[in-house]
């Protein structure tokens, strides 16, 4: 944690010192349980190379930041974008993958950024406006196959990362939202480079919602807990949209159109 983020003041260097040891502490305490890296206190990191961020305590944002987390992800978003193109993330969370692609298409290029949970839409807004992007546009809407639903998000307690209109449980507090569709909310920005999708189970509804951005897409990054080898109802839905998967990485795939 502390090779890949530093904080931006000293204060924010200190609280991510305590943090650290505090971690040290609680991982020894539940050695079978895996637990994300989290600060004690807010504080504003950087990452090298992607920007500053806003990070909340006592939740998996600063997990989120970690760049080697998902390394991989992010050499296929410097490998495919380019000045001026467009780009469309999903299940933006407080904006880390949002950040780097504004960096990677210059000014000249723009980014959808699109978080349906209110809280970290308005987390997502500090970190654009920390970085200074301008072509960084941020919409709060939960995406599905029908426009005017009203549905339920649930939110699993501290992991805002994981907000899902399909997945629930027990520990999770649930938000109410009217959902839009991928193509009512694309249909004026014309040819799109990239669409990374982050979605915690929703992939199928916004596919089946926006059949024709994706047909105005290049490459799609996507997350799938697929181990076994056949192609997932996801990837078959790509596919017959005209895409090629590709893995990333253990739960990433990229989808590129020949």
């Known amino acids: 944690m502390l090779k890949q983020v530093s904080g931006c003041a000293r204060s924010d260097r200190l609280v991510l010192i305590s943090s650290a040891l ?9 050695l079978q349980v895996w ?3 989290t ?3 807010p504080a504003n990191l950087t990452v ?3 920007g500053k961020f806003a990070i909340r305590p006592n939740c998996d ?3 989120h930041i970690l760049p080697q987390r998902e390394q991989k ?3 296929v978003f410097r490998s495919v974008l380019r000045d001026g193109d467009t780009v469309v993330d999903l299940g933006a969370n407080i904006g880390f993958f949002s950040i780097l692609g504004a960096r990677l298409v210059s000014e000249s290029g723009r980014v959808i950024a699109v978080e349906m949970m209110p809280e970290t839409v308005e ?17 709060e809407a939960a995406l599905a196959d029908r426009s005017g639903l009203e549905v339920k998000a649930h939110v699993p307690i501290g992991r805002f990362g994981q907000a899902s209109l399909v997945r629930g449980g027990a520990s999770a507090s649930a938000v109410r939202l009217r959902t839009r569709t991928l193509d009512e909310m694309c249909g004026d920005l014309g040819k799109i480079a990239m ?10 509804l916004i596919i089946k919602g926006g059949r024709e951005t994706f047909l105005r897409t290049q490459c799609v990054v996507f997350e799938e807990l697929a181990n076994e080898p056949s192609p997932t109802a996801v990837m078959r839905e790509l596919e017959k949209l005209g895409f090629r998967i590709s893995r990333i990485d253990g739960n990433n795939f990229a989808a590129y159109r020949d």
């Open 35 to 37: 637990q994300n890296p």
């Open 61 to 63: 944002d600063l997990y």
């Open 48 to 50: 090298a190379s992607v």
């Open 39 to 41: 600060l004690t206190r």
């Open 22 to 30: 505090c971690g040290v502490y609680t991982s020894l305490q539940e």
């Open 195 to 204: 669409i990374k999708m982050d979605v915690e189970g929703a992939e199928l």
């Open 123 to 139: 987390r997502l807004k500090i970190n654009v406006e920390l970085n200074g992007l301008a072509n960084v546009r941020t919409i």
């Open 73 to 75: 992800v992010i050499d």
